[in-house]
């Protein structure tokens, strides 16, 4: 869930690309603006700027949403 003050309330999901089950979604919601294609940081640096406590690989997701306002 996504929420911020002034704004409706988003509820979705994100899918991974490539993943065998993206074709027999029960409820059909997935979306092509929905599937992502991670991104595996090997940077330590990033790693720990991130707030990540150990030295390690770690999978990166970016996604733009926009939210409405409760008069749109």
Known sequence: MIEAPGFEKLTTAL???GDPYLT????FGVRTSLI???EIITNEDQTIAR???ERKPHTYLK????LATSEE
């Open 36 to 38: 992502m294609k991670p």
């Open 63 to 66: 996604k733009d949403f926009i």
């Open 51 to 53: 707030g990540f406590a």
């Open 15 to 17: 899918y991974f690309e």
């Open 24 to 27: 027999s979604d029960a409820v």
